[in-house]
């Protein structure tokens, strides 16, 4: 029995051809409807080029397993989420590799209500039946059925509009040739309908799994450069660019700035707490002193999770939060399942910016000078526990605040840093934030490498 490699802690990813292929997709379809014993379960894809094969393979294995299936064809993942609840379906599967690069694909798995499936509750389950791929005949073979529930899904976004705005405005959304352009149309369309003025400048929008911009990943710098230009050129309110299944995004200041996602957690927590003072959100702990300022002066009640989709998710239904976000371009939304949406942030953006005269950099401007940040900086090291466990011996002594709720967290005076490991990969990846210093962000956060590369030489 071959292992699966492309069974990973939160998702299915690997090389097409090799780590993944339509045989693998077949049996991934046998294993999660015997793990979950589903009647009916949503399916979709992004536009990568082995996407429709690796959709139809995972279909045949599913009703071969006697599972109806409903195909809403290509989608980003957060399509798939609304779907399942939508359709009270059992599960939902989405073929995707985010931002990856373009060999690559993957599924990221959901049960009832858009649970989300992962190392902790199923899916090493699922990788052990798909491994020994011995499943007994179904009774009956279940059926396809093709569906458009995108309609719908518009209809949950615009229900996120709720202040008119009093300005128009100009946006450069950037696709990246992913899956996003498609649904901005519908989404653009929708709001032109209601007679929101907004007018979007479009970038990479035709979806193409060959990328042909490179892989849509805006998390890379080099990637930002042809957003930012646009916002300049077009004198645009801002700019806003998705990964390939559009479940994460990120955003530009009207000058073509760059804007750390950490500070729109804090921006949208304060939109959200405006509306329901009281209400509980949820933040990761790489960065935190600028989101628990918000919300602790929003009246809001601040909670700190595990990072990673399926851990803030569960936290999310546990304390009923109305919002949630991570430095890394997810956000969250009760009232969209509690699961995260690359969509409803834009909608977001168009009110906090299109109901006042001030420009985006206004609202975060203020954040950025007293909580800078150093961004999350990812080091190669051969034994990232050792060497986690070598700095919290170095550290926690000098330390007043010290947590271990995601790797180490550790808080000192005037500056508090994170570091946590991979969970697929050899990497550290550290966080360093200040009060208000930029300097003391410079000294600590070259201080901390410098003791990494010093253990990773010994």
């Not at 955003?251 to 509980?280: C, T, W």
């Not at 995260?340 to 906090?352: N, T």
């Amino acid at each position: 029995m071959d292992e699966l490699t492309c069974f990973k802690a939160y998702d299915i990813r690997g090389e097409v051809g090799t780590e993944l292929t339509a045989g693998i997709a077949f049996r991934i379809g046998r294993a999660y409807a015997a793990w979950l014993k589903p009647r009916r379960v949503v399916i979709g894809a992004d536009i990568r080029l082995s996407s429709e094969e690796l959709k139809a393979a995972l279909a045949q294995g599913l009703m071969a397993s006697g599972v109806d299936v409903i195909d809403i064809g290509l989608t980003g993942t957060e399509e798939i989420y609304f779907a399942t609840r939508e359709l009270r379906a059992d599960g939902g599967i989405q073929i995707t590799a985010s931002h990856n690069p373009a060999q690559y694909n993957g599924m990221k798995l959901v049960r009832e209500e858009a649970r989300p499936i992962s190392n902790d509750n199923g899916l090493l389950d699922i990788k052990a039946l798909a491994e020994n791929n011995d499943f007994p005949p179904a009774v009956h073979r279940g059926i396809l059925t093709a569906y458009d529930n995108r309609p719908a899904w518009i209809q949950c976004l615009l229900r996120f509009l709720r202040l008119r705005l009093i300005r128009p405005l100009r946006i450069v959304v950037n696709s990246g040739h992913g899956t996003a352009g498609p649904a901005l149309d519908a989404l653009a369309e929708a709001l032109k309908n209601i007679g929101v003025p907004v007018e979007f400048i479009r970038l990479h929008h035709q979806p193409d799994g060959h990328f042909p911009a490179g892989v849509p990943n805006p998390m890379l710098a080099e990637n930002r450069t042809v957003t930012q230009q646009a916002v300049i050129a077009h004198h645009a309110d801002f700019g806003i660019a998705w990964d390939g299944d559009f479940d994460r995004c990120f955003f530009f200041d009207e000058h073509g700035e760059f804007i750390e996602s950490y500070y729109l957690v804090g921006l949208f927590a304060r939109h959200f707490l405006q509306q329901a003072p009281a209400s509980h959100v949820i933040i990761d702990p790489r960065l935190i002193w600028n989101s628990l300022d918000i919300i602790n002066q929003c009246g809001g009640v601040p909670i700190i999770s595990k990072t990673g989709h399926a851990f803030i998710k569960a936290r999310m239904r546990q304390e009923d939060a109305i919002y949630g976000g991570e430095m890394s371009g997810h956000h969250y939304f009760r009232d969209f399942g509690y699961c995260d949406s690359g969509m409803i942030p834009l909608i977001l953006m168009l009110q906090i910016i299109g109901c006042r005269h001030q420009p985006l950099s206004a609202f975060i401007r203020d954040a950025q000078a007293r909580f800078p940040v150093s961004g999350e900086i990812n080091r190669v090291v051969s034994h990232p526990a050792a060497l986690l466990k070598s700095i919290i011996e170095h550290y926690q002594s000098q330390a007043p605040q010290y947590d271990d709720c995601d790797g180490v967290s550790l808080a000192f005076a005037h500056w508090r840093f994170n570091l946590r490991g991979s969970n697929t990969e050899p990497l550290l990846r550290l966080n360093v934030e200040t009060r208000g210093d930029t300097r003391l962000l410079a000294e600590k956060t070259e201080e901390v490498l410098a003791f990494i590369a010093a253990k990773e030489t010994l």
